[in-house]
């Protein structure tokens, strides 16, 4: 921690103003408890003790240094034109990664659609009503249905059977 954070967190009274801070706290939570109930009463209870908490385990001292430093480190980053060529170098990094992302996937589509052309001399087949595109197979004939039905109480178990069956488990 640098030398002047710890003299201004020790200028701070911080044991009034946390204890302060928990008294406001505490007699909001009566008059939530009153107004809406134990549970609304006990949520702020808990949200009033935690200043004094901070301060009697020495969590304060240590939230205060992570704050002066975030706000020394964004104080350095807005006022310092260095860091701004870095974030403009970063975006330019950024920009240059997605355009060569587009010219890839265009070289691979194009290198995808001279793979699937027909060899020099030869006209490819264009598919029309005298010649489809995939040869027709012949329709299979119906199945003739099976004499015995199954009763309607076995029905909704005879898709499962049927899963099964297929599956080679019976």
């Given at each position: 921690?640098?030398?002047?954070?710890?003299?201004?967190?020790?200028a701070?009274?911080?044991?009034?103003?946390?204890?302060?801070?928990?008294i406001?706290?505490?007699?909001?939570?009566?008059?939530a408890?009153?107004?809406?109930?134990?549970?609304?009463?006990?949520?702020?209870?808990?949200?009033?003790?935690?200043?004094?908490?901070?301060?009697?385990?020495?969590?304060?001292?240590?939230?205060?240094?992570?704050?002066?430093?975030?706000?020394?480190?964004?104080?350095?980053?807005?006022?310092?034109?260095?860091?701004?060529?870095?974030?403009a170098?970063?975006?330019?990094?950024?920009?240059?990664?997605?355009?060569?992302?587009?010219?890839?996937?265009?070289?691979?589509?194009?290198?995808?659609?001279?793979?699937?052309?027909?060899?020099?001399?030869?006209?490819?087949?264009?598919p029309?009503a005298?010649k489809?595109?995939?040869?027709?197979?012949?329709?299979?004939?119906?199945?003739?249905?099976?004499?015995?039905?199954?009763?309607?109480?076995?029905?909704?178990?005879?898709?499962?059977?049927?899963?099964?069956?297929?599956?080679?488990?019976?």
């Amino acid at each position: 921690m640098r030398g002047g954070d710890m003299d201004t967190f020790n200028a701070i009274a911080w044991l009034p103003l946390c204890a302060g801070a928990s008294i406001a706290g505490l007699v909001l939570a009566f008059l939530a408890f009153r107004r809406r109930g134990a549970a609304s009463g006990l949520r702020v209870t808990a949200w009033a003790l935690l200043p004094l908490a901070a301060y009697l385990t020495g969590a304060l001292q240590a939230l205060w240094t992570i704050g002066s430093t975030v706000v020394g480190f964004v104080t350095s980053l807005v006022l310092n034109p260095t860091v701004w060529i870095g974030v403009a170098v970063a975006g330019l990094s950024a920009v240059l990664f997605v355009v060569s992302g587009f010219m890839r996937g265009r070289k691979l589509s194009l290198g995808r659609k001279k793979k699937v052309q027909a060899p020099a001399g030869q006209e490819p087949v264009q598919p029309s009503a005298e010649k489809p595109a995939v040869a027709s197979r012949p329709q299979p004939a119906a199945k003739p249905q099976k004499a015995a039905q199954k009763p309607k109480a076995d029905d909704d178990f005879s898709d499962i059977e049927d899963l099964l069956k297929r599956r080679g488990i019976s």
